[in-house]
């Protein structure tokens, strides 16, 4: 394991081991956590859960009744194509890596099993089912050095292959930069699972600076080409970007997908808790 990636796996471990993160709460009763209501004691049930209080209010015995605690089935998603070989300081292969790395500390810490899976134009089991942090650094490090250059991401067999290989409901993480999303359709996969997108962007993808003569390298065919950017390419381009994100956003919300942007200047673990409260 290079320091790069040591840096990225301790700091990740650290930050989610040391933040507040609650378990997974149900709305069946049993044992758990979470308060859900008070009732009439009946006879069986465990004396710890009475209410003292309430139940010398009342002048008869109250039980506290809590959600259970559920086991959840988590499959991280991670879409690398040649595009995601790209940042002007971190590429967002490192991003995406960080925060797989961050959804795997976040399951061992929970007791939840995940799997792994590399997606382009094919579907590839990076981890099997586990909760053991020796997957986690594994996941990481196939994550980090998985060859992205000359891939494309193809949205319609992904989905499919997907939901005809995770069997049981489960929290899916999709983890891409998402553009060229024209067969991207995740209905059936979420009529299924439960469904968070997390978008990893450069700034300057988005917003790109006047250079003028450029040499360009398309990563996902490797192919070379010039260009010009100067105001008006910008602009276009920059039509074309929104574009396709407003197409994507009005999807996921159709489909009540929870999302959220990472661009490679940010924090990824912050915006991460933030999607997951």
Known sequence: ??????????????????????????????????????????YGE????????ISAKMQKPYVKVFYAQ???NVNIVCLLSGSTYFGTNVFKQEIITEVATALGFICVKQGNPFSSFIANEKLEICTKKSK?????????????YYPVIGKNIDYEKISKELFKLIKEKSLIFLIG????????????????????????????????????????????????????????SILEYEKKVLQNDHKLFNHL???AVKFTKIY??????????????
């Open 253 to 255: 919300q159709n489909c």
């Open 46 to 53: 465990d004396v710890k859960n009475i209410d003292w209080i």
């Open 70 to 72: 559920k086991e959840l």
């Open 132 to 144: 053991q942090i020796f997957n986690v650094n594994f996941m990481a490090e196939k994550l980090f």
């Open 177 to 232: 930069d998402f553009f060229d999303i024209e067969k991207l359709d995740l209905k059936l996969l979420c009529q299924k699972h439960e469904v968070i997108v997390l978008i990893v962007r450069d700034k300057f993808e988005e917003h790109p600076i006047e250079l003028g003569n450029v040499s360009f390298i398309d990563p996902n065919n490797n192919k070379i080409f010039e260009s010009i950017l100067n105001k008006n």
């Open 264 to 277: 490679t200047n940010e924090n990824p673990i912050k915006k991460l808790l933030g999607v997951l409260k």
């Open 1 to 42: 394991m290079n320091q790069a990636l040591k840096k990225i796996v301790i700091k990740t471990k650290k930050q989610v081991f040391s933040e507040i993160i609650g378990n997974n709460s149900t709305k069946l009763k049993g044992e758990g956590y979470d308060f859900c209501e008070l009732k009439e004691y009946e």
